[in-house]
């Protein structure tokens, strides 16, 4: 099992950056991607970020391509989410997943951004 902590959210206003944090625990073996997803009322979870097992890779939503910058640490088993150049249309809900190679992910509880107009 492996368990997901997101932390960093909060209230911004348009134009601020916020720093979400992911802390990996459990039998973390094994991750491989890590992505960063989020929820707004009324709409679909969609992926805004994924950052590779070694952290070379990395993919964007277009609609954040630009303002957020994934990454890992892995010796600490942390995976980040800098957000810049906020807007309201960033408020949501933002959740942290992690894939294993055999296929099973896992995902945190969440952490509310809100970005108000």
């Known amino acids: 099992q492996v368990q997901l902590v997101e932390s960093g959210g909060g209230l911004v206003q348009a134009g601020g950056s916020l720093r979400l944090s992911c802390a990996a625990s459990?039998?973390?073996?094994?991750?491989?991607?890590i992505g960063w997803h989020r929820q707004a009322p009324g709409k679909q979870r969609e992926l805004v970020a994924s950052i590779s097992s070694s952290g070379g890779i990395t993919s964007y939503a277009d609609s954040v391509r630009g303002r957020f910058t994934i990454s890992r640490d892995n010796a600490k088993n942390m995976v980040y989410l800098q957000m810049n150049s906020l807007k309201p249309e960033d408020t949501a809900v933002y959740y942290c997943n992690a894939v294993k190679l055999n296929g099973r992910d896992y995902w945190g509880q969440g952490t509310q951004v809100t970005v108000p107009s």
């Open positions: 459990g039998i973390t073996i094994g991750i491989n991607v």
